[in-house]
């Protein structure tokens, strides 16, 4: 009886004992290597035709712009008082029209059209835009303007970099997640693209991560939606840190970990 008795309080203890072992790793670490953020696009308005005056019956033409560097949405604004206002559009500056023609009819007006450059420009390799402005008047001069309001170069490439995680505290295996947003503007060649870099310092040389399943890639207009990634602590580097890099657009990114304590 007495042994049986022991063996029972072996067991007990033996279990109490794995128990508590287990629950040294129960809680759960959790830190962002990129914190959420969301991208803001960058503005900028070009000059067509600058504001002038034009005399009755007189024309006046503006410079030739090159807009292959921009993409998207882009809002077209033009001022006539009497008369017309021409944009004109084309793969080169001889061929102007070519792509597509917006007119604005005064008088005394302002008026505006969204215009997706993606579309004008299609397969072309560049893609050129000149206003010109009429005044219909017989007698008296008029006022006119136009310029182009643009987002986000299509030659964008930009880089975040998240700030190093110290992951002394973690156990074993963890996991890394990914969410990539949508593409701002709806790029269609829209590429993000997140990589895990380690260092055994966090002011220390940062090399990135090769052995993980694969970085994390949104392409095309779409999101990324949410990626785990399995990484294992206390190989090769003390810290950690994300680097989220994108061409052609702008998207928010999160990157975190999660792992044991």
């Not at 049986?4 to 072996?10: D, F, K, L, Q, T």
């Not at 001069?141 to 309001?149: D, M, Q, T, V």
């Not at 997140?194 to 970085?215: I, P, Y």
Request: charged share 10%; proline share 2%.
């Amino acid at each position: 009886m007495k042994r049986m008795i022991i063996s029972a309080m072996i067991v007990v203890c033996f279990a109490l004992g794995a128990n508590a072992a287990l629950d040294t790793y129960a809680l759960t670490q959790h830190d962002q290597v990129l914190a959420a953020q969301a991208t803001t696009l960058n503005q900028e308005a070009i000059t067509l035709l600058a504001p002038q005056v034009i005399d009755a019956a007189g024309a006046v033409v503006g410079d030739t712009n090159t807009v292959t560097a921009y993409k998207g949405k882009a809002l077209l604004v033009a001022g006539i008082e009497t008369g017309t206002v021409t944009v004109l559009w084309g793969r080169t500056a001889a061929t102007l029209g070519t792509l597509g023609t917006n007119t604005f009819s005064g008088p005394a007006t302002i008026e505006g059209v969204e215009v997706d450059l993606d579309t004008l420009m299609g397969t072309n390799a560049a893609m050129f835009v000149r206003a010109s402005a009429t005044n219909s008047a017989a007698a008296g001069s008029n006022s006119f303007a136009c310029g182009l309001i643009v987002l986000t170069p299509r030659t964008a490439l930009q880089t975040i970099t998240g700030s190093a995680v110290d992951t002394m505290t973690y156990k074993g295996y963890g996991t890394i997640i990914v969410s990539i947003g949508t593409p701002l503007t709806g790029a269609t060649n829209f590429s993000g693209t997140v990589s895990v870099q380690r260092a055994a310092a966090s002011t220390g040389t940062w090399a990135t991560v090769t052995n993980l399943t694969g970085t994390v890639t949104a392409t095309g207009n779409t999101a990324g939606a949410v990626t785990r990634l399995p990484y294992e602590f206390g190989v090769g580097g003390r810290y950690i840190r994300a680097v989220f890099t994108t061409t052609n657009d702008a998207a928010p990114v999160c990157v975190s970990v999660n792992s044991f304590k």
